[in-house]
């Protein structure tokens, strides 16, 4: 059974980049067909879709977040990692690393327990 864990630092500092890592165990990120996508939940808010990077290493983003999203990954340790610049205070929320075999938030079967990263100075 496919295991997601997310990691990185629970405190950014505004304008700086926010940058997770999702370790996937269990599963290849590479298995055809599926899609990691990264999504966050602000506090007292719903949770929102911000982007994905399928098994062929294509990226798709949220155009909401496009311009500060960049998804990558690493397969040597089935990784993928989420980087969010130029961060503000509204950019603090849970965030949380899942599988789909979708873009967006339909079909997602497996989920990370979800970090929260605070932005704040």
């Known amino acids: 059974q496919v295991q997601l864990q997310e990691s990185g630092p629970g405190l950014v500092k505004p304008s700086q980049t926010l940058s997770l890592t999702c370790t996937v165990s269990?599963?290849?990120?590479?298995?055809?067909?599926?899609?990691w996508s990264w999504i966050r939940q602000p506090p007292g808010k719903g949770r929102e879709w911000m982007g994905a990077?399928?098994?062929?290493?294509?990226?798709y983003y949220s155009p909401s977040l496009k311009s500060r999203t960049a998804i990558s990954r690493d397969t040597s340790k089935n990784q993928f990692t989420l980087q969010l610049s130029s961060v503000t205070p509204e950019d603090t929320a849970v965030y949380y690393c899942?599988?789909?075999?979708?873009?967006?938030?339909?079909?997602?079967?497996?989920w990370g327990q979800g970090t929260l990263v605070t932005v704040s100075s």
């Open positions: 990077i399928a098994y062929s290493g294509s990226t």
């Open positions: 269990g599963g290849s990120i590479t298995t055809n067909y599926y899609y």
């Open positions: 899942a599988r789909g075999l979708a873009l967006g938030m339909n079909g997602l079967d497996a």
